[in-house]
């Protein structure tokens, strides 16, 4: 059996206990693989007394728990195994009683059911290679292309009203049903990760996951913690790694999860201004208490060393950094910047080749600066103004387009400020703001033409890239948690077509070099434009890496360029590998004269990739051993 000691509570209080999930929690007590029965232990300072009710004693009061040390609760319950359902039941100092699923539980019953369940993890992983090489890994020079997933709705069921009606998720894959089919899709797109949106448990399918009653339980929508090793294991054997986002900002308020735990603010801010989040309804932690820091240090580690996951998306970053994310100097939170770089030193010392990549809307600076360098220690920041601008650049007829050329090119600005990530999440394609496709200016099949410049666009700009699931086939209706992807669509021409190109395009991004290496180092060696033409809307720019050069020419306007003039290397000749137009590519080289000048013809709404050629280097002939004649 375990032990709570009193270094472990000093260690907890102070915010520095990392591994609070080994203690915390129900864990079974075992001899020779045999379970014995579950150990409980809960920290809830608050509590005058503190029973375990469950289907195993009726939810009646019949196993009262026992002080360890000040604040902790004990009990060992003998012959409990496995999959038993259990909340605790706190007496609050004042009186109250509370009814609290468990804040450390492994696993919990399936909503709209709100208790805790005993669970004996007996998963082994079989990627030993793949943990072996993360160690080494550079997403710096690495590509780096993450295709962003909702569960629940990626692929659904079919199931008839009756079974939805007994079994809300039925419609559900499970994780380990999931496995097969996201890893090889995945795999047949070149995507280099998968980001899982949020899988600690929730009551509200609607909150996509972002509102957080169970942290260290993987939601019982899609199965068992098991399961869900097993698809990231399955993602590891085929090469692709796995991104968690996580929510270190706020927690929901429903009467069973953490919201005034044991009748006092355990892990919220004490004042209601600074607790309250009147945005999303939830509850802000207060990451200056050590109980909370620990909780969460201990839940960050508990996802990555037990689940192996490669990854950590920070959900809502400005919204620590400053209080309630009104960025200006004197909101700072400069106990929650404080957290922010704990928690990056903690990833970075302890479990190399995992990225942190931080969701951040603000101009807070230096987010992927070490923190040696004075920075707050991320790998990765979403560039959301990149995002923000070209969109918008989109959505303008192409007429307007001219006089924002700054919306495209603004970004080039200032990429070297961060090490930035490309975002067209799900946060694009919700809440009215239509689907990507929709975004696009023009009638229907123009939108598909300027979306299909678009993504060319992105996939050939610096910085690392994520699409959400539909991105890549031009998905029409806007994302919702219910409803399975419309993937019907994949049967018409126009929507066959444009998957085609994205998988072109994602196959091409990963087998270039020019087009990840140096996006960190963009206008050292890696990004130069060629031509600005705001008037045409027309961008022209190369990527390079060695003898690895693409010179991408966007034409957003909506008529043929034709003879325009281009600056190149002098005497060098490309070749057109791709145009992201509609119609049938026809192949062609374009050559620069001694002063570099050439002139090249683009259709309307098209993105070309033309690849250098580069003369092949003279075989050296192998020496070849001499004899002399001997005179006889």
Not at 133 to 152: A, I
Not at 339 to 360: S, T
Not at 474 to 494: A, K, Q, S
């Amino acid at each position: 059996m375990t032990q709570f000691s009193d270094v472990d509570l000093y260690y907890l209080q102070t915010g520095e206990h990392t591994n609070l999930y080994e203690t915390m929690g129900a864990h079974m007590v075992k001899e020779r693989n045999k379970i014995l029965g579950t150990e409980f232990r809960l920290y809830a300072p608050n509590a005058a007394q503190v029973f375990l009710v469950g289907n195993f004693n009726n939810w009646e009061r019949t196993h009262e728990m026992q002080r360890e040390v000040d604040g902790v609760f004990y009990l060992y319950v003998e012959g409990l195994k496995s999959l038993e359902t259990y909340k605790y039941l706190i007496i609050t100092q004042q009186g109250w009683e509370l009814h609290k699923a468990d804040p450390y539980a492994f696993f919990s019953e399936v909503r709209p059911k709100t208790a805790s369940v005993t669970y004996n993890p007996r998963y082994k992983f079989k990627d030993d290679v793949w943990m072996y090489n993360r160690v080494n890994y550079d997403f710096k020079t690495s590509p780096f292309s993450v295709y962003e997933v909702h569960l629940g709705s990626w692929r659904q069921k079919v199931v008839d009203q009756a079974a939805l009606e007994a079994d809300s998720t039925a419609c559900y894959y499970s994780y380990k049903e999931l496995a097969s089919m996201l890893v090889d899709y995945v795999k047949e797109n070149h995507f280099t990760h998968i980001e899982l949106m949020p899988i600690t448990e929730h009551p509200l399918d609607a909150s996509w996951g972002y509102q957080t009653t169970g942290y260290f339980s993987a939601t019982s929508r899609y199965g068992k913690p098991d399961e869900l090793k097993y698809l990231v294991d399955a993602c590891h054997q085929a090469g692709i790694g796995v991104i968690l986002d996580w929510v270190p900002l706020h927690f929901c308020k429903d009467a069973h999860g953490l919201y005034q735990f044991d009748g006092s603010s355990l892990y919220e801010y004490e004042k209601e201004y600074d607790r309250e989040n009147v945005q999303w309804g939830t509850a802000n932690f207060d990451l200056g208490k050590g109980s909370t820091r620990s909780f969460l240090l201990s839940n960050l580690k508990y996802w990555l060393k037990e689940f192996h996951f490669d990854g950590i998306r920070v959900d809502a970053l400005s919204y620590l950094l400053y209080w309630r994310g009104e960025c200006a100097d004197e909101n700072i939170n400069h106990t929650a910047v404080d957290f922010i770089k704990r928690v990056n030193a903690l990833v970075h010392a302890e479990f190399k080749g995992v990225v942190m990549i931080a969701e951040d809307s603000s101009s807070f600076p230096k987010v992927t600066h070490s923190l040696e360098d004075g920075g707050i220690g991320f790998d990765m920041k979403w560039d959301l103004g990149w995002m923000n601008d070209t969109l918008k650049y989109m959505e303008r007829p192409a007429v307007y387009r001219k006089y924002h050329s700054n919306e495209l090119t603004f970004g080039m600005y200032y990429n070297q400020s961060e090490q930035f990530l490309l975002p067209l999440s799900h946060d694009e394609v919700v809440h009215g703001k239509l689907s990507i496709i929709d975004k696009m200016n023009g009638d229907y099949e123009d939108r598909f033409h300027l979306a299909r410049a678009y993504y060319s666009y992105f996939y050939a700009h610096p910085g690392k890239k994520l699409l959400f699931m539909g991105n890549e086939w031009g998905h029409i209706r806007e994302w919702h948690e219910y409803t399975e992807m419309d993937w019907n669509l994949l049967e018409f021409p126009i929507h066959q077509s444009f998957h085609q190109m994205m998988n072109y395009l994602s196959g091409f991004y990963r087998e270039h070099p020019a087009m990840w290496k140096y996006d960190y180092q963009a206008y050292e060696k890696g990004f130069n434009w060629v031509k600005i033409d705001a008037d045409c809307n027309l961008f022209a720019f190369t990527r390079t890496a060695e003898e690895d050069e693409v010179l991408i020419v966007n034409n957003f306007n909506d008529v043929d360029m034709y003879e325009t003039q281009l600056n190149l290397t002098p005497d060098t000749e490309y070749k057109l590998v791709f145009s992201s137009s509609i119609l049938p590519m026809e192949s062609f080289s374009i050559f620069t004269n001694e002063h570099g000048d050439t002139h090249l013809s683009v259709p309307r709404l098209t993105t070309y990739y033309l690849q250098r050629v580069f003369p092949e280097t003279p075989k050296k002939k192998k020496a070849t051993r001499k004899t002399k004649k001997v005179e006889k």
